[in-house]
């Protein structure tokens, strides 16, 4: 039988996320009962002013509530009954949190921006929501001290899918601000070289700018890229060319990584690569395959978009065998959907944003930010990071530049209070 709830299932889970949904129906409610849609032609009724401080003050109590739900959480979470918490039962995905969520907080101040509360027609959305939960945490991390470390993901998050970090990109002196307040940069990305020639021209905008900077030499080392997923580690040295140098890994892998054997890497990366042949074949797509140490992907024929339903089908097909595969259970891996690839990869950006933790001495998750644009459950690979770090997801490189302008103005109202 084709019920309702197994197409839903289906057909959408992997492209939900359960807890924006939830909140998102939440605050339909107060829309509902509040928003006064026929004021915009019965002109005598409310002021548009009078409607929005209400529905405000009704949409903040809701998340003051979510707010406790989510810390009800975090203790059920302390004594390890998370699977207990009330939470748990109304968002049945719901992972573990680092810190607690600001969320009234952010929501009056996404609200003084957005004007969510004065919408006669829109209901708060899904990306109103992503909004209000990215200032939530940032708002969490700057009151509850320092923040440690930042990880970036590339594509998307620092430059436009496929492009590099150039040096007229404004994120720049976004990070370089990080830095000098004391801040460890990670860039987590999937691209995956053995050489550091190939990060460096990718971002040398970056490199160039830290290395020009009048910044102490400890500052300048306080940067490394993990690239392909979690798979290799790179340190700012400042030696011409390429201003990186690649890390022995001792130094940055950790226990159970090392225990990742050759033999069931290539066993995961035949399988993987037959799934994607199969399906390249199946769909007719203009693909070639690309075949890595640790990672096998399709990359269109020259010129070739592929359509995001090919894509998609082809992550999760790759991603099914995979986890059903006895190979599959013992090694780590990530299936995505790279915008116009797709890629299954060793590792994943869990051991990524772990293993710039332990370079930099042993980081903790709840100082520890993950900024990329691939939060959905299935076919994306930031989404692994959330088992290492508070994270924050944003949906463009624009959108990462307002994050760390959030951060800067919320650590100076920060300062002025402990001052
Ligand atoms: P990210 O957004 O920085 O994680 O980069 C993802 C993109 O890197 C993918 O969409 C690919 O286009 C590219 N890429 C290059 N090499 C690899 C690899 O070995 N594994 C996965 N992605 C790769
Ligand atoms: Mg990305």
Redesign the pocket.
């Known amino acids: 039988m084709t019920t309702r709830y197994r197409v839903e299932y289906a057909l959408k889970t992997h492209r939900r996320d359960q807890l924006i949904e939830w909140i998102k129906g939440l605050l339909a409610v107060p829309f509902v009962l509040h928003s006064q849609p026929t004021a915009v032609f019965e002109p005598n009724g409310q002021t548009v002013e009078q409607m929005a401080s209400v529905a405000q003050r009704r949409y903040a109590e809701i998340m003051r509530d979510v707010e406790e739900i989510v810390n009800d959480h975090i203790n059920h979470q302390k004594v390890g009954t998370e699977d207990r918490s009330k939470l748990k039962l109304l968002v049945p995905t719901v992972a573990n949190f680092f810190t607690p969520l600001a969320l009234h907080d952010a929501f009056i101040w996404q609200d003084q921006r957005r004007f969510i509360s004065y919408r006669r027609f829109v209901p708060p959305s899904f990306n109103d929501i992503r909004l209000v939960l990215n200032t939530a945490q940032i708002m969490s991390l700057v009151r509850g001290g320092p923040l440690e470390l930042v990880t970036f ?6 430059y436009d ?2 492009q590099s970090l150039t040096p007229e990109n404004p994120i720049i002196p976004r990070i370089l601000r990080l830095m000098r307040n004391g801040s460890k940069i990670g860039i ?6 053995t050489e550091a020639r190939r990060y460096s021209e990718r971002l040398y905008g970056l490199l160039e700018a830290l290395h020009t900077s009048d910044f102490p030499q400890d500052i300048k080392q306080n940067l490394v890229i993990i ?3 979690s798979n290799y580690c790179f340190k700012y040295s400042g030696d011409t060319p390429d201003l990186l140098k690649l890390v022995p890994g001792k130094d940055w892998l950790l226990d159970e990584m090392m225990l990742w054997s050759e033999t069931d890497i290539t066993e995961l990366l035949d399988l993987a690569e037959a799934s994607l042949r199969d399906t390249v074949k199946n769909m007719r797509m203009q693909a070639m395959v ?1 075949r ?1 140490d ?2 096998v ?1 399709i ?1 269109p024929q020259d010129g070739y978009k592929f359509s995001r339903e090919t894509l998609e089908e082809t992550v999760l097909i790759a991603q099914k065998v995979l986890e059903l595969s006895p190979v599959g259970r013992r090694l780590p891996f990530c299936a ?1 959907n ?4 797709v ?1 299954v ?1 060793i590792g994943d ?1 869990s051991w990524g944003v772990l293993a710039c933790q332990r370079f930099f001495g042993g980081i903790e998750g709840g100082k520890t930010l993950h900024v ?3 939060f959905l459950s299935a076919g994306a ?2 989404f692994k990071a959330r088992l290492a770090c508070t994270t924050a997801w944003i949906a463009n490189p624009a959108e990462t530049v307002q994050l760390l302008d959030e951060i800067a103005e919320l650590d100076e109202i920060q300062q002025r209070k402990t001052r």
């Open positions: 993901d590339g594509d998307v998050t620092l899918d496929g987590v990305t999937a691209a995956g070289y690239g392909g997923e690309v890595k640790r990672a992907g990359i995505f790279g915008g116009n690839d890629f990869d950006k990329g644009d691939q690979n930031d």
